[in-house]
């Protein structure tokens, strides 16, 4: 191999930048024309490499150990490298400069590979709130709509059977949407996708992270996140939700200067310019400001009382203002937490470069991942030595209050609805589309107020049972039913005073064509 490597060489042509000309020169440079060495390598990294490794993970003898590691960290490709990696991407929210790149675990020669803008990877349940705003838009749903959580099974043309799950395999009966969120119920989520539709929620996607739509799927999965996106796309989206649906242009370069510090071109002022050109023709806004208020109410309560709230205020000990979403793909091969303040928006992803690799049962992206995202919001807030600014709660002209049973998330029906059993919700106002007037349909309560409990919560309080003894390993760090302490963080929204006499006008017929959202999904 010593004696191929040696012998034989090649010549080629290599034009380059000369620093001192600044003109464009031709050089002629030796290669080797073929490499036995190389070709081993080259074979042995694709074909036995990995098991090499895992082998000597198990082995006593040191020294496969250390041949192992040297021949790996010099020769590993991105795709077999048996580390978890990770990516963390954050922006201004007010300029769109990229505050934060971190693309993998270590810079190296061998690894260049950048996973904040270039890896695509499934966003698992960080694609619901694209879902919901969607349904939000399109006049399906409202802030605080009752679902079902029970099975559901879809069967395709062909006679497929998906029957989705939700993360801990459990079921909670009625469910208001905003909670359903926070939980991270994958069949509410799904039950959003069968009222509004495929198309609706890919035109929406794409708009928010400037992703074609061919790269998405029109089927139920992509409710629960089974396209792929990037960190950086990802990110896009849930800052221009935080912008109130206004556009951003993300960009890592200010200015371009010479030697001498003349600037020599400045890609920031084409982003101010072509802001400015979208301000002036009624194109800044990507999605309605009013929708994307009530989506980002929503995504506020996912931080302050949902699956990621203990890993944020409490471990991370980040206080200031937060929204966004945990992301877990079905096999936990991929675990993400993007959100946003109203000054910085972030997106965090572990995972494997072989993305058929699991992490591991259990680990997800609230309590792993968002640990992460607040330890770094609150050391934003350290550097700058304050908080960012509260979330503006002002209600922009198109959206209105209203009020629905707190148990079954239906339009008050006076027969059995009191102020005692009433949340307040935000209503998307009626739009005209296609020349039909359009807004949130619905039903009025069926009066069956009774509390919705799991299965294993039952059989708990029956027998007396531990959470160990029922597979549970351990609590929730929140509670979809404590009222009191979703009145506290601000999920559970006021009841208006005028919320029963105005009930009545609060259902609105969607327009032909468009599926009317019912009372109990299925």
């Keep these: 191999?010593?004696?191929?490597?040696?012998?034989?060489?090649?010549?080629?042509?290599?034009?380059?930048?000369?620093?001192?000309?600044?003109?464009?020169?031709?050089?002629?440079?030796?290669?080797?024309?073929?490499?036995?060495?190389?070709?081993?390598?080259?074979?042995?990294?694709?074909?036995?490499?990995?098991?090499?490794?895992?082998?000597?993970?198990?082995?006593?003898?040191?020294?496969?150990?250390?041949?192992?590691?040297?021949?790996?960290?010099?020769?590993?490709?991105?795709?077999?490298?048996?580390?978890?990696?990770?990516?963390?991407?954050?922006?201004?929210?007010?300029?769109g400069r990229y505050t934060a790149m971190i693309g993998g675990r270590e810079y190296k020669s061998s690894d260049q590979f950048n996973r904040a803008t270039m890896a695509r990877r499934q966003p698992g349940s960080a694609m619901k709130p694209f879902v919901y705003g969607a349904a939000l838009e399109a006049r399906g749903i409202h802030y605080a709509m009752g679902f079902i959580d029970s099975p559901i099974m879809n069967v395709t043309p062909t006679g497929k059977v998906w029957a989705p799950s939700n993360f801990n395999s459990e079921f909670t009966g009625y469910v208001l949407a905003f909670k359903a969120l926070s939980a991270s119920i994958n069949l509410v989520s799904v039950q959003v996708y069968d009222l509004v539709g495929p198309d609706v929620i890919i035109n929406y996607v794409s708009r928010l992270t400037k992703v074609p739509e061919s790269r998405f799927q029109p089927n139920p999965a992509l409710s629960l996140g089974a396209s792929e996106l990037s960190p950086a796309e990802l990110l896009l989206g849930y800052a221009i939700i935080g912008n109130k649906g206004q556009d951003i242009i993300p960009h890592a370069i200010m200015y371009i200067a010479d030697r001498e510090g003349n600037v020599i071109a400045h890609p920031e002022n084409d982003v101010i310019q072509a802001l400015n050109y979208k301000r002036r023709t009624g194109q800044i806004q990507i999605v309605e400001e009013g929708?994307?208020?009530?989506?980002?109410?929503?995504?506020?309560?996912?931080?302050?009382?949902?699956?990621?709230?203990?890993?944020?205020?409490?471990?991370?000990?980040?206080?200031?203002?937060g929204a966004g979403k945990t992301g877990t793909t079905n096999s936990f091969n991929d675990v993400w937490f993007g959100g946003f303040s109203t000054e910085m928006a972030a997106v965090v992803w572990f995972g494997m470069d072989n993305g058929d690799m699991t992490l591991g049962s259990g680990i997800s992206g609230g309590s792993h991942v968002a640990p992460v995202w607040g330890a770094f919001m609150a050391e934003v807030d350290r550097i700058r030595g304050r908080q960012a600014e509260p979330f503006d709660q002002t209600l922009p002209p198109s959206v209105k209050t209203g009020a629905?049973?707190?148990?079954?998330?239906?339009?008050?029906?006076?027969?059995?609805?009191?102020?005692?059993n009433l949340t307040g919700t935000l209503i998307p106002q009626p739009i005209m589309k296609n020349g039909k007037r359009l807004g949130v349909g619905g039903a009025a309560c069926n009066c069956h107020h009774a509390e919705s409990k799991s299965f294993l919560d039952l059989l708990q309080a029956d027998h007396h049972l531990q959470n160990e003894e029922v597979g549970r390993t351990k609590q929730k760090s929140y509670d979809m039913l404590?009222?009191?302490?979703?009145?506290?963080?601000?999920?559970?929204?006021?009841?208006?005073?005028?919320?029963?006499?105005?009930?009545?006008?609060?259902?609105?017929?969607?327009?032909?064509?468009?599926?009317?959202?019912?009372?109990k999904p299925q």
């Design 1 to 95: 191999a010593r004696a191929q490597n040696s012998g034989r060489t090649a010549s080629t042509k290599q034009k380059y930048l000369d620093p001192a000309t600044g003109k464009i020169m031709e050089r002629t440079i030796s290669v080797r024309a073929y490499s036995l060495r190389n070709d081993f390598r080259s074979a042995f990294k694709d074909e036995a490499a990995d098991a090499l490794e895992l082998v000597s993970l198990v082995l006593p003898a040191s020294t496969i150990n250390e041949v192992s590691s040297e021949f790996m960290s010099s020769s590993r490709e991105h795709r077999g490298d048996l580390h978890v990696q990770g990516a963390l991407l954050s922006l201004d929210m007010k300029t």
């Design 482 to 519: 404590d009222a009191e302490k979703m009145r506290e963080l601000g999920g559970d929204l006021p009841v208006p005073v005028d919320a029963i006499s105005s009930a009545p006008d609060a259902p609105v017929a969607p327009a032909p064509g468009i599926p009317k959202p019912a009372a």
């Design 404 to 420: 629905v049973c707190k148990f079954t998330g239906m339009w008050i029906n006076p027969k059995c609805d009191t102020s005692d």
């Design 291 to 321: 929708s994307t208020f009530i989506l980002r109410k929503m995504m506020e309560n996912v931080v302050n009382a949902g699956t990621p709230t203990h890993a944020i205020r409490n471990e991370a000990g980040y206080k200031g203002p």
